[in-house]
């Protein structure tokens, strides 16, 4: 299902912060965060179909996918959504390029958010589309999230990622910043039922999915993800969890971003 929050600076020396969640069933085959073949996408990959939900490239392109949860946008025999993800990654498109062809066959695919953009240059750009919404829109600045509605729908969970990454924002040591995030990613604070929203599924799913860090038998947050750019460096940090929710391990990834 998954969650993201983040603060856009265009122009500014540190213009994306960015934390987020994986959320997954646990029987589904899934590399960790690497650079793929080639030495140029910086990704997890899902072994099942092939594609990512986030990932940054060494040249600045980022993308990251969630679904939208509506039992209604169900298709039979749909393409996976992280293929958007890959293919943004792996392209030359600009984002608002990409996601006008992108809605132009979105009914291909059950319902996504897509938030793509090109980081590296003196003009920075981070773009957001939901597949319902048909119509793609340049992220203004400010902090902002999205979950399984659309970007800033004011879910109770969604409202305490944004509200913790506002507090994250008053330290102002980017490591010590880093691992505040990945803290803030680990909250299982439920919402409570009444204040649940109600997108279709039954209501002890709502609930398990009611909090920033999901837990349960068969689904849950998979990753922990934080990603910064700051003065043409890429700092990633990436926590991977068990079935039990248990920490396994950390990955760090830093980079400089190049130019074309």
Known sequence: MCIVTFRW??????????????DEFYERPTERMHWWPGDKVLAGRDLRSGGAWLGVTRHGRFAMVTNIRNPA??????????ELVKRFLEGTESAEAFLAATLAIANN??????????????????????SQEHGAQAIAAGIHGFSNASLDTPWPKLARIKQG?????????PA????????????????????????????????????????SGHYGTRASTVLRVSANQVTVSEAGF???????????FAFSLESR
């Open 242 to 252: 068990s079935a039990r929710g248990e920490a396994q391990d950390r990955l760090a």
């Open 165 to 173: 990454l506002r507090h994250a924002l008053a330290e102002h040591e």
């Open 9 to 22: 600076s265009p122009g500014a020396e540190e213009p994306l912060l960015l934390a987020a969640n994986r």
């Open 176 to 215: 010590r910043r880093d691992e505040r995030l990945q803290r803030l990613l680990r909250n299982v604070t439920p919402t409570p039922d009444a204040a649940l929203p109600n997108t279709g599924v039954p209501l002890d799913v709502e609930r398990m999915l009611g909090s920033i860090f999901i837990q």
């Open 109 to 130: 695919y059950e319902g996504f958010n897509l938030l793509c953009g090109e980081l590296a240059g003196s003009a920075p750009s981070l773009w957001f589309a939901n």
């Open 73 to 82: 946008l169900r298709r039979q025999n749909a393409p996976s959504r992280g």
